[in-house]
């Protein structure tokens, strides 16, 4: 009998775990951080030699971070890289499609010959039938994650633009889509600022908790 009585509560409890995590997979979202750059390519290069590619992954993989360790898991985060290799932009498209991403937000910083700052967020310039919900819903995510940063952070807010680039062509059609130019490595302020750990955490915070905000907007 007690034998019995121990098959049955084992069975309860792998049913029990059955539906807890049916129930997480079911509700958790799966977000690609599209890391940009990487290898041969080393993107932007700023004050002090500090270069674009490194500065996103370091936010891409705090954000990554984030999740398992503060937010529990709360995200099925996949990063496009997560070392210094070059990826194609179309194998960046691929990933997202193939995996049925919820949410794609590619990284990124700024330069530029004059002394401008600020956190700048795309997404696609031109609605047709596929694209327009999402790009709706992009700009609503985009809001979010410049609020975060400009009200947290006291990062300029350069505000939401709109652009033809080919992951946010390629990608709008299946899900919300955005290029965060995250700040000018060009600018001395801000060059300094990817320098220190904290700042980057910092950055991956306001990113993950605009995403966490969009998101829970929409439940
Ligand atoms: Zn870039």
């Known amino acids: ?14 049913l029990q775990l059955c539906i807890v995590f049916g129930q997480e997979s079911a509700i958790q979202k799966r977000i690609v951080i599209d890391v940009g750059h990487g290898g041969k390519n080393s993107g ?12 996103v992954l370091k936010i891409g993989s705090e954000i990554s971070v984030l999740n398992k360790m503060i937010f529990k898991g709360r995200y099925d985060i996949y990063l496009t890289r997560d070392d210094d290799r070059f990826i194609q932009l179309s194998d960046r498209s691929r990933l997202a499609k193939s995996l049925k991403a919820d949410l794609f937000v590619s990284l990124h910083c700024n330069a530029s010959a004059n002394n401008s700052r600020g956190i700048e967020v795309y997404t696609l310039n031109y609605f047709s039938k596929d694209s327009e919900l999402n790009i709706k ?8 994650v410049l609020d975060e ?22 990608i709008i059609p299946h899900c919300p889509t955005l290029l ?9 302020d801000e060059g300094n600022y990817f320098l220190i750990p904290e700042k980057i955490r910092g950055m991956a915070l306001a990113i993950f908790k605009g995403i966490d905000n969009y998101l829970k907007s929409r439940l």
């Open 44 to 55: 932007a290069i700023g004050v002090n030699g500090i270069m674009e590619k490194e500065v």
């Open 180 to 188: 965060l130019e995250t700040g000018f490595l060009t600018n001395e």
């Open 1 to 14: 009998m007690k034998k019995v009585l121990k098959k049955v509560s084992f069975v309860i409890l792998l």
């Open 137 to 144: 819903e992009s700009i609503a995510l985009g809001m979010e």
């Open 149 to 170: 940063a400009n009200l947290k952070l006291k990062i300029e807010n350069r505000g939401m633009k709109f652009a033809n680039f080919q992951v946010l062509r390629e």
